[in-house]
């Protein structure tokens, strides 16, 4: 059975970090390009960060850019997001994706789409305030 499980969430002051987790199981990881995305009450899920197989593949979303960092751990079928700086509008259910592309270009032309993902997790929240 192929899962994606999120850790990591919780409560952070604005300006703290956060670092989430994504354990993969029950498929090849290396050969997903993983992606987190979150999503705010009464509003669509969006995507954060994307990375391909190799770590220096990684793109973001402008909101993103500077703050946050996508890696992976093949070995280890870890995915993670370091966020930091963080701000109030940060606040929201963070999922991660598995999408299977792990060469080429193609991907990062319809990252966003949230149908191009075959495994989602079940959201881990994370909540910025003082």
């Excluded at 498929?27 to 992606?35: K, L, T, V």
Aim: charged letters at 20%; a negative charge.
């Amino acid at each position: 059975q192929s899962q994606l499980v999120e850790s990591g969430g919780g409560l952070v002051q604005p300006g703290g970090s956060l670092r989430l987790a994504c354990a993969a199981s029950g498929f090849d990881f290396e050969y997903y390009s993983i992606a987190w995305f979150r999503q705010v009450p009464g509003k669509e899920r969006e995507g954060v960060a994307c990375i391909m197989k190799q770590e220096d593949s990684a793109r973001y979303a402008d909101s993103a850019k500077g703050r946050f960092t996508i890696s992976r751990d093949n070995a280890n079928n870890v995915a993670y997001l370091q966020m930091s700086d963080l701000k109030s509008d940060d606040t929201g259910v963070y999922y991660c994706a598995a999408a299977a592309y792990y060469s080429g270009d193609y991907y990062y032309t319809v990252w966003l789409h949230e149908n191009e993902y075959d495994f989602w997790g079940q959201g881990t929240q994370v909540t910025i305030s003082s």
